[in-house]
């Protein structure tokens, strides 16, 4: 990344330093007196308790706050797009707020619905699902807020001057933050097939926000300049309404009367402060990839607390059941809501596996309680700023109920499933249930590992590093995959969470097999599509193609 690329203006007249971080060498740009670059290995979170804004806001306060900021400096005010990225064939989901413009706005094909526009944009990735609950941090679904500006040959809008001043100033005139304290860090952003400077926005010991400079186009090894340029900035409005609250996890601070609601409703214990506040601060040193990851969080928190892991883990584990409740049950909101159905192939696979892993955790807890329960309480939460999710409520509810049920005659059946090959595996002399084993499980019963866990008398072997099933390619063809380690495909960029940031979902990437089907059936409506949602005149504007059901 070369230096000039950081060289704006805007840091020159206003006094902004360029210092290198003392601890990973890094670069950055700030008006206070800072030795470290602010953030993860080089610094822990220090806004737990001590919010780094001058008000504490919600999840609808914050993302008001930002868009009439944005609005009231000339940007056009966008509403949200669907979160399955029908127009694209490469992705299932929408999973960062440029999406919706790609590639047709950015290729020039389709004209932005307004130019520059402001945006909270709901997006959903896979990839750190089993760190959901336990990191105080991960969550599946997410709103990426942001300011785009589409520089198209001839019609410059604005490039990094006025987007580091519009970011600057929403912190300090709106958040009533110290401007000493942001630190602008360099770095550099690739992904579908694009690339260009960013900077990190850190404060607080976290990244709050990306601002990307999209501006070459990377082909054989070659950067080429791109005729269109893109500001594509990200802010995590989790993070954001974390940082602003300063609570112990960001579940805290985003899921608020709902954790509250089940919190009652299961008569949940209340956790020690201290004990919250320190597993947040470790966790949020870890770049959390495997469940090894997570036990190191865990042993390295009671060494601070001074007590057992079991102690920590006993302690911990009712409320981060409730935090999976919550963030399952949020993301379901917007997939059932934007019409998938759940299933075992494309979309409507991620909606049954968020659906049964929300019913696994409820068993676990014990309770008579459905995730329908919470799910209608965030509906009706969330009526005014999405009110095309209430008006779909009654199919939602209706969807989640057949699914219910299947998975209770899924259990049911399981049972004697994992009793009869636990017979075999005993007569062949075996002593546990291998990795083989459970793939045939998965493939041939849909019993997932946690499951075959539940009814099996003999031990189960599931290595750290094997995670969610990738996405069926073919009839069948359902194996278990690493998630983690895998090569970073590149979308490296978000305002929400720093890991997932880094590793866009592999496992949510359309396999190529159903791309070419789908490219001859979509293919007829795919840029009227784009066009239409640009115009935001419609959430169901799929046309065919969507959410096969082939269960
Ligand atoms: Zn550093």
Redesign the pocket.
Known sequence: MPESEYEIEIFRAQGFRRLQ?A????FFWTLGDHS????R???EYDFIGNSPFKKSLTVRAMREDFISFMEANGHTRVRRYPIVARWREDVFFTQASVYPFQPWVISGEASPPANPLVISQPCVRFVDIDNVGKTGQHFTLFEMMAHHAFNFPGKPIYWKDRTVELCHRFLVERLGMDPGLVRYKESWWQGGGNSGPCLEVVFGGAEAGTLVFMQYRDTNGHRVPMETTVVDTGYGLERLVWLSQGTTSAYEAVFGDALAYLKRATGAKKVDTRVLTEYSKVAGMFDVETAADVRAIRAKTAARLGIPVEELVAQLAPLEALYVICDHSRALMFLLGDGVVPSNSREGYFARLLIRRGLRTLRNLNITYSMADTISFLIDQNREDYPELFFNKGDILKLLKVEEQRYRDTLEKGRGTVQRLEERVRAAGGQSIGLGALIELYDSHGLTPDVVKEFATLGVEVPDDFSVPSPPRGRSGLSFRRTSRQPDCGCTRTGGSRSSARRSSPSTEAPSSWTRRSSIRRGAGRRRTAARSAGGMSWTCSGSGTSSSTS
Do not use: T
Request: a neutral charge; charged letters at 15%.
């Open positions: 971080c601890s990973c060498g890094k470290i670059c602010g953030e290995p080089c610094q």
